[in-house]
């Protein structure tokens, strides 16, 4: 059974491989805190917010995220393809995500604000209606995603092939264009 810890406040704490175990977070916030040694279990975060966190190769397979918010986070090579799908809800804001997996995960809820994501996996997530807000995305991949409606109009090293994701109606800015012309050797003045 599950331990179960409602508002409280955590900080400068570096937490080790099994520290979190079975345990089940809501409303708590975790300020300056290492997750990186973690290898998570049967654990949940609801209506979290982890602020100037680091989360680098932390294993959170079987986690919930419900609703939390990563602030000024580092989160490096994390894959979060295999966190529970129900209700999985996440904002980033000012973090690093770069070589992080989303893959086949619905992000339609999620936010991306002046975040790096460099060379995350995007492959058959659904991105529809979701804004990268100022976001370096330099060389994710985005093959078999549905970022219909997806708004790219002020991000930025993007390379997405048309002919494989779902692009309807996502916004894109004009000087940024030929990050959907790459696979045509096309030169965009």
């Known amino acids: 059974m599950s331990e179960y810890i409602v508002d409280q406040n955590y900080s ?3 937490y080790n491989e099994e520290d ?21 279990k049967a ?4 209506d979290c917010v982890f602020d100037r966190c680091v989360f680098n190769e932390a294993r959170v397979n079987h986690v919930s ?4 918010t990563f602030k000024n986070c580092h989160i490096v090579d994390v894959n979060f393809a295999m966190c529970d799908r129900i209700i999985f809800e996440v904002h980033f804001e000012n973090s690093t995500l770069d070589f992080s997996k989303f893959y086949s995960l619905n992000l339609s809820n999620a936010t991306f604000f002046k975040c790096s994501l460099v060379a995350v996996d995007f492959m058959d997530t659904n991105l529809s209606s979701l804004a990268f807000n100022h976001c370096d995305l330099y060389r994710a991949e985005f093959r078999k995603a549905n970022a219909s409606k997806a708004d790219f109009s002020t991000s930025y090293n993007f390379t997405i ?14 000087s940024e264009v030929k990050g959907l012309l790459f696979k045509h050797d096309i030169i965009v003045s």
Do not use: M, Q, Y
Request: glycine share 4%.
């Open 43 to 46: 654990l949940s975060f609801i």
């Open 20 to 40: 979190l175990n079975f345990k089940e977070f809501e409303g708590c916030t975790f300020h300056n805190c290492n997750f990186s040694s973690c290898s998570f």
């Open 12 to 14: 400068d704490i570096t």
């Open 65 to 68: 995220f419900r609703t939390v």
């Open 161 to 174: 092939d048309p002919g494989k994701t779902k692009l309807k109606k996502a916004l894109f800015a004009r």
